[in-house]
């Protein structure tokens, strides 16, 4: 994509429901959010000016390698989570 390219990651709103749906149910309208609040006016000009030169860009292989990482961790914390209640819950129904 023209923001990405631009070192401003996004991210796309409705784009999982499209693909859950396809066909039966078509999205027509898909949000497009910067992720980084700082470069929402960037984003803003860059898509009506193809041209313009981005002030604050991020290099994109960092950023999809942090955020990976921080969805990965955040999931382990979230599973862990699950399996200690889980753990509770039968302790609790055995007894």
Same mark, same amino acid.
């Given at each position: 994509m023209l923001l990405e390219s631009r070192g401003i990651p996004i991210l #796309?709103?409705?784009e999982a429901t499209a693909?859950? %749906?396809c066909e039966a149910?078509? #999205?027509s309208q898909?949000?497009?959010?910067? #992720? %980084?609040n700082f470069q929402y006016k960037d984003a803003v000009i860059l898509l009506d @000016? @193809?041209?313009y030169e981005v002030?604050?860009?991020i290099e994109m292989e960092d950023y999809h390698a942090y955020y990976c990482a921080e969805k990965g961790s955040s999931l382990d914390i979230m599973q862990a989570t699950v399996m200690g209640w889980l #753990?509770? %819950?039968c302790f609790f129904?055995?007894?």
């Open positions: #796309v709103s409705n693909r859950i %749906l149910s078509p #999205v898909y949000g497009v959010w910067a #992720v %980084l @000016d @193809d041209s002030s604050n860009t #753990v509770v %819950l129904w055995l007894c």
